[in-house]
């Protein structure tokens, strides 16, 4: 009894384990080298957010999320990487020029490749890098200053767009102001421009923007479709049910107005209408942003799955995110 009594009393300690941001980078790294791209974005996603400060980690993520073709995503990770974290490396250049390549922003591809060059001549990816420039000269040789304009453009959105997309509406404002004081018949700007200054509480102004564009250039969808949003966050249900029937009618061919057609029918509560947009884009392969598969599990929790069946589906209001979270869904694209 003696001794049972004295390993009774030897209890074993209870061990915790705390992750770090080592441990789930190289998680990462593994399914990086299986191909699993997303397990591995994930895993640095945790990482970074364990390590924030750790330039590697960043860098990792943005190659991972520049091989799932988020260019802009992984762009704005290499930016903080050689802005805030660490300039001195000069992959990030090489990568930035693929990036900015894939997005057809050739100018900016062309200098992030010539920056790698200079900076490692012989480095990992002078190869490729020279590759890429020989590519970009040749491209070059075809383009007119209407296409350096067209790609200004494309610069100036983009980085509204990512103003918008993270919340900061007041810069975001400002640009798309520019961007329509240099192209006054660019309606996307326009329609991000209402958006900006709804999220800001400015729904007269926001409105009348809507109201200029749809004078200007009747029938734009994306103006015609944030109306719909408007109306219905506003409580305003005599025009909501105005625009929703004229939008029932239409039948855009483009893939992106029948996403925005579908994403907005899903946020103002059309569940029945919203399906019948995202699963045809489901059938082709269209796997647009986060918003489209934010709108496609909406649908998949309705009650007894009655849409899911291709049955009669049921309008459930109460379901309607509030305005922050169809932030993304609802930014204009043309």
Not at 15 to 41: N, Q
Not at 139 to 154: H, K, S, V
Not at 233 to 243: R, S, W
Not at 261 to 281: D, H, I, M, N, S
Request: aromatic share 12%; charged share 25%; glycine share 6%.
């Amino acid at each position: 009894m003696g001794k049972d009594s004295k390993a009774m009393k030897q209890k074993g300690q209870l061990l915790s384990f705390v992750p770090t941001g080592e441990y789930y980078f190289t998680k990462g790294v593994k399914a990086f080298h299986r191909r699993d791209l997303k397990k591995a974005e994930k895993y640095f996603q945790r990482a970074m957010h364990l390590e924030p400060g750790e330039p590697m980690i960043v860098c990792q993520l943005a190659i991972v999320q520049s091989e799932l073709g988020e260019y802009q995503q992984s762009n704005r990770l290499l930016h903080l990487v050689l802005e805030e974290l660490d300039e001195n490396m000069a992959e990030c250049h090489y990568f930035l020029a693929n990036n900015y390549a894939h997005l057809g922003l050739f100018r900016d591809a062309f200098r992030h490749a010539n920056i790698y060059l200079v900076l490692n001549e012989d480095g990992e990816f002078a190869e490729d890098a020279s590759d890429l420039l020989e590519l970009l000269t040749m491209e070059a040789e075809e383009m007119d200053e209407d296409y350096y304009e067209e790609d200004d453009l494309i610069v100036k959105q983009e980085e509204a767009r990512n103003h918008l997309e993270s919340g900061e509406f007041p810069k975001a404002i400002e640009i798309f102001q520019k961007v329509i004081e240099e192209y006054p018949e660019y309606w996307s700007a326009y329609n991000n421009l209402a958006l900006a200054y709804f999220y800001l509480g400015e729904t007269i102004k926001a409105r009348d923007i809507l109201n200029d564009v749809l004078e200007q250039n009747p029938g734009n969808l994306h103006a015609l479709c944030n109306g719909l949003v408007f109306a219905h966050y506003q409580g305003q249900e005599k025009e909501g049910q105005i625009l929703k029937d004229s939008l029932e009618k239409i039948h855009p061919i483009h893939v992106e107005h029948q996403f925005k057609l579908g994403a907005t029918f899903a946020l103002v509560g059309e569940y029945e209408l919203a399906y019948r947009w995202l699963k045809k884009l489901q059938k082709t392969g269209f796997e647009g942003n986060g918003a489209f598969y934010y709108c496609c599990l909406m649908l998949l929790i309705l009650p007894a799955g009655k849409i899911q069946q291709g049955m009669p589906g049921k309008r459930y209001s109460n379901s309607v995110p509030k305005k922050r979270e169809w932030n993304r869904g609802q930014i204009s694209r043309t």
